[in-house]
Structures are given as structure tokens and as C-alpha cells.
């Protein structure tokens, strides 16, 4: 397999892994394509390598710019923004971490929180209370360990991840 291949199919297979946890494709593979560039990339060489419209292509770098998956480049006496990606992967990781707590987790917890003042006064009350407190439970210790882990050194985490997969 060349070069050229290989890129190719780290594209697809990134968007398609993505795609898997409810994050948009499209998002994805742009993520990828400038992750493995080794040099910065301009918008319209994203559409170019990617085969996307510009709308696709710059509303894709935005959201990866507020993930803070990529950063804007400006390059002196040129108009053109570039962007590259965060290529540290416990960068990437963390970020991740954080607009998904963040998204997901952190406003199911407010609703969790809001729903603690429910009154058991029947079975079925009794039973919702019981349910939703176990998962309140659950969803934060989720919530502090998250916070945790992006607190924790590149490292540690390392250290941690292999000892648990041994």
C-alpha cells in the first residue's frame, strides 16, 4: 500500500469510527485529513483532498476550530487562513472529553439535579425516585472522574490505560 492509500483509508476509517460515536462524518474525516498533513492546509485544499462543498468544508473546520481540535494558521502578506490540527493525542483526547462531558453529560446532570425534588408519595413515584437517583449516582461519579481525567498529566494516564488493559 503507498502512501497515498494509506491516507485514504486512515480518512475513511477515522470518519466511519466517528461516525460510530454520533459524531458527524464529514467533521471527522476533515479532522483526520489535517491531523496527518504535515504541513498546514487552507480551506479550499480541505474541499480539494476531501471532495466537499466549501459550505461542508468551512462549516466543519469552525466546529472543529470550537473543539479546539484545530488551530488557524496566518501566514504574513497572505489573506488565506490555514489550519492544522492538534497533532499531541492526549490533547485530543482531552478536548474530546471536554466538549463531550460538556454536550451530553452536563445537561442530562441539570435535569438529574432538577428531578431530586420529586416527591415519593406513591409506588410509582417511589420507583421513578429510586431509578433516577441511582442514575444521578452513577452520572457523577462519571462527571468527576471525566474531570480527573483531564486534570491528570499526559502520563499518568498512559500509565493508568496500560495497567487497566494488561
Not at 476509517?13 to 461516525?19: I, L, Q, R, T
Request: with cysteine; charged share 30%.
Amino acid at each position: 500500500m503507498d502512501v497515498k492509500e494509506a491516507k485514504a483509508k486512515f480518512i475513511e476509517s477515522w470518519g466511519k469510527m466517528a461516525s460510530e460515536w454520533g459524531i458527524n462524518r464529514s467533521m471527522a474525516q476533515v479532522h483526520a485529513l489535517l491531523l496527518i498533513s504535515p504541513e498546514p492546509l487552507t480551506a479550499d485544499q480541505v474541499m480539494e483532498e476531501l471532495d466537499i462543498a466549501r459550505g461542508n468544508a468551512n462549516m466543519n473546520i469552525r466546529a472543529l476550530l470550537d473543539w479546539g481540535l484545530v488551530h488557524k494558521q496566518l501566514r504574513p502578506g497572505e489573506r488565506k487562513e490555514y489550519f492544522i490540527a492538534e497533532k499531541d493525542m492526549w490533547t485530543v483526547v482531552r478536548q474530546i472529553i471536554i466538549n463531550r462531558k460538556k454536550r451530553e453529560l452536563d445537561p442530562m446532570l441539570r435535569v438529574l439535579d432538577e428531578m431530586a425534588g420529586v416527591e415519593e408519595n406513591c409506588p410509582e413515584s417511589e420507583h421513578f425516585c429510586t431509578v433516577v437517583r441511582d442514575i444521578r449516582k452513577f452520572s457523577h461519579k462519571a462527571s468527576q472522574t471525566l474531570d480527573s481525567l483531564v486534570k491528570a498529566e499526559a502520563n499518568w494516564f498512559t500509565h493508568t490505560f496500560l495497567n487497566m488493559v494488561r
